[in-house]
Nanobody
């Protein structure tokens, strides 16, 4: 069982930055493609980007492209989501998801609030 834990959320002003982390116990994250999702109140959970297991490929939805960056720190068994130029529309609970042919695993989420 892969247990994921997101951290790094908080309150930030518009235009500010945050870096979220996704760490795992009982699994090596570099073995998995990792996707980041977010869910705002009353909205469906939406995917915003992902990184391949070999780090060769990343993908971003248009809503975050150019502002968000997904990367890995394999020494810390962590996947990072660097978020810059944050907007109020980015307010949501952010989740990471690990997946492979055997299944998928979610973290519990971390709240990001963008407000003046």
């Amino acid at each position: 069982q892969v247990q994921l834990v997101e951290s790094g959320g908080g309150l930030v002003q518009p235009g500010g930055s945050l870096k979220l982390s996704c760490t795992a116990s009982s699994a090596t994250l570099s073995d998995y493609p990792i996707a980041w999702f977010r869910q705002s109140p009353g909205q469906e959970r939406e995917g915003i980007g992902c990184i391949s297991s070999n780090d060769r490929f990343t993908y971003y939805e248009n809503s975050v492209k150019g502002r968000f960056t997904i990367s890995r720190d394999n020494a810390k068994n962590t996947v990072l989501l660097q978020m810059n130029s944050l907007k109020s529309d980015d307010t949501a609970v952010y989740y990471c998801k690990a997946f492979n042919a055997r299944g998928y695993y979610w973290g519990q989420g971390t709240q990001v609030t963008v407000s003046a």
